[in-house]
């Protein structure tokens, strides 16, 4: 078996930004829930679970794009050979066991969440991500459940807190308009709208944090995800070109821990917000051996 080629398959440094969305998921658990009253194993059980999740959604992505890919990836562990499709596909639909059986042992709602989350990923694999506006909208929805899928880990959070799903919604719709232009450039409309949606984003999480009197204990966290991923944006801004689009987006992408351990920081929770931004070394390093586009 080529580990390295199943490796390359699940892009391993998105998944540790997967790991990141449940952490930020339990941390907005605590804006109601005391951190010592967390199932400490079934915080476990959910990071295994978004692992089967992602993981399996990517294997399946790549299943659904072979042809293209043959043309515009052709280095890609499937369209190269080294791994059949036939086993793909095997591979593919263990890891979306996993994740959903995972989920269902940690409590029924976390199951039923891991499975709208399995079906949001097929659909944009096969269907979504086609569509201009309904593409970004799936792949939202797909990490907006991921983290409502953390906040499951104290089953009345969903109910009081599930709105705050809608922001990876938006980061997520940002990230993919953007990627659309990673191979033969893109739009300047389409680049400054996904400012706009970043920027919807921060303001919401600002403002949490007055709300919950810890601003300036969170403001730094804040302070970093905007630079991190303007920086490479404003970049592509002023020269659309695919390279430059492509580094937007692995931005966007690694950046998805820093906004995590923002929520996680709005929580009051300040190790756990560090212990969440040391998986973004982690992450970047994983990306300079795996793709992460």
């Known amino acids: 078996m080529n580990i390295k080629a199943y490796l390359q398959l699940c892009r391993p ?7 990141a969305d449940i952490l930020a998921g339990v941390a907005i658990a605590n804006f109601a829930t005391p951190i010592t009253e967390v199932n400490a194993f079934g915080v476990l059980l959910l990071c295994i679970s978004t692992v089967g999740l992602y993981g399996g959604g990517i294997v399946f992505n790549d299943i659904f794009d ?6 515009e990836r052709p280095e890609r562990a499937i369209p190269s ?5 036939q086993n793909a596909f095997i591979f593919g639909t263990m890891l979306l066991l996993i ?5 269902f ?19 944009y694999d096969k269907y979504g991500k086609h569509h201009s506006f309904l593409g970004p909208m799936n792949m939202g929805l797909c990490r907006g459940g ?14 009081e807190w599930w ?7 938006c980061y997520i719709a940002a990230i993919t308009m953007i990627s659309r232009g990673e191979v033969h450039g893109g739009k300047k409309n389409t680049l400054y709208f996904a400012v706009f949606l970043y920027a919807i984003v921060n303001i919401l999480q600002l403002t949490i944090a007055y709300r919950l009197d810890t601003l300036w ?9 905007i630079f991190l991923i303007f920086k490479p944006l404003t970049k592509a801004i002023s020269n659309p070109i695919g390279p430059n689009i492509g580094k937007a987006v692995k931005a966007g992408v690694l950046a998805l821990i820093v906004m995590d351990a923002a929520w996680v920081s709005i929580s009051g929770n300040f190790v756990i917000a560090l212990f969440v931004l040391i998986l973004l070394p982690i992450s970047i390093k994983l990306a300079k051996v795996f793709a992460v586009t």
């Open 13 to 19: 440094a998105n998944i540790i930004t997967a790991i």
């Open 66 to 71: 072979l042809e293209l890919d043959k043309i």
């Open 81 to 85: 050979g080294r791994i059949s499709l």
């Open 99 to 103: 994740g959903i059986i995972s989920a």
């Open 105 to 123: 042992l940690n409590k029924s709602l976390s199951g039923i969440i891991a499975s709208l989350v399995a079906i949001l990923a097929l659909v």
């Open 146 to 159: 991921n983290l409502i899928l953390g906040m499951s880990i104290v089953a009345s959070t969903v109910s």
């Open 163 to 169: 709105w705050l799903g809608i922001l990876p919604v």
């Open 217 to 225: 204990f969170s403001l730094a966290f804040v302070s970093l995800h």
